[in-house]
């Protein structure tokens, strides 16, 4: 077991409120009365600005983020990155250029293409729903998105069919998309119905103001009983489909406690902190405790498992707790564990049964 990026066992010992900040940091939760008014930029509009004296010397976009284009910072670095950024009548496709007293900066926001993914009558589980959001509880099985290989089926093509209109920030193939879950992994999973919600609990997410817990059945008795792993995740050097523990990978935050224990199982809680690919399979490999069933990160052992639990993985993202974009209202909701995890659980050998 690799301990270079080992956990640190959390001290629990500061107040927090829901979303596992300091008490004092909630300043998110004040109402935000223009929220009407925070309308993006139309599609297919072209803004312009003189750059003043106080902003000389910021980045690039930075400085479009934060100067009334509205637009998020990842949205901003894709507009620059694919030359839809002037600066003195000059494409400027570097996000890092430091600007100038005086500088004319440009930016145009593309209209957005026909979406090509179909409309499939998919029933959806619905755990809530208003005109800004839902939020849907996705079965095992089910791909959030069409890519190569997946071009129907999708949560995507369900929510087509069942909406008459989502964001269109995700792109073609992600409308509404603010966030993902695996193919196997089930659970709760955020939709955004316009591009001011969508910017909204991206926002959040980046901020980590929008807190998920997970519930996932891992091989071994985990120790210690609580922690807070700390290990950066990248791309993994030799397998592309894959996602390593590296020192140059981005920073991912995983918290996990035990539940309950079982033979020679473990069953844990987990939130996380940061959003990162594969994240909790990942670190959860890493420590020498794999999820269950995982045919990407462990290396199998689950013969004396029932069914229901060694394939496909055993995760479930049970709740989400978020801001309402909208109503500033806490929003915290859940959902149980699907019937066939439950069914597993209750016949693990030497277990003690489970009820959500």
């Not at 589980?125 to 095992?140: A, F, G, M, S």
């Amino acid at each position: 077991m690799n301990r270079d990026y080992n956990s640190r066992q959390s001290s629990g010992s500061k107040a927090s409120d829901y979303f596992g900040r300091p008490c004092d940091s909630a300043d998110p939760l004040e109402p935000d009365p223009d929220f009407d008014t925070l309308d993006l930029p139309a599609a297919g509009s072209y803004q312009e600005f003189e750059v003043r004296a106080d902003c000389e010397g910021r980045r690039l976009d930075l400085y479009l983020r934060e100067e009334g284009t509205d637009l998020s910072r990842n949205q901003v670095q894709k507009l620059v990155e694919s030359g839809q950024v002037r600066i003195n009548d000059k494409p400027c496709t570097d996000k890092n250029y430091r600007l100038l007293f005086g500088d004319r900066v440009s930016i145009n926001i593309p209209s957005p293409e026909e979406a090509p993914v179909k409309a499939e009558d998919i029933a959806l589980d619905i755990v809530y729903e208003d005109q800004d959001l839902l939020v849907v509880n996705k079965p095992r099985g089910m791909v959030v998105h069409p890519a190569p290989g997946h071009v129907g089926g999708t949560l995507v093509n369900a929510l087509l069919y069942h909406c008459d209109d989502l964001s269109g920030i995700g792109g073609v193939t992600r409308p509404g998309i603010v966030h993902r879950l695996d193919k196997d992994t089930s659970g709760l999973l955020i939709v955004a119905k316009n591009d001011t919600a969508h910017r909204e609990l991206s926002d959040q997410l980046t901020a980590r103001q929008l807190s998920r817990e997970y519930i996932a059945l891992v091989s071994g008795r985990v120790k210690p009983k609580s922690a807070r792993i700390e290990a950066p995740i990248g791309r993994h050097p030799r397998n592309r489909k894959k996602m390593s523990v590296m020192p140059e990978g981005r920073e991912a935050v995983t918290r996990y406690r035990v539940l309950k224990y079982f033979d020679r199982y473990s069953l844990l809680q987990l939130n996380l902190e940061t959003g990162r690919t594969h994240q909790i399979r990942v670190h959860m490999a890493h420590i020498g405790y794999p999820v269950v069933g995982d045919q990407t990160y462990a290396k199998g052992g689950w013969s004396d498992l029932p069914p229901e639990l060694a394939k496909p993985h055993a995760l479930h993202a049970r709740r989400i707790i978020f801001i309402h974009p909208r109503s500033r209202e806490v929003m915290e909701l859940t959902t149980p564990l699907p019937d066939d995890f439950k069914k597993g659980l209750r016949n693990i050998r030497g277990g003690f049964g489970y009820s959500s």
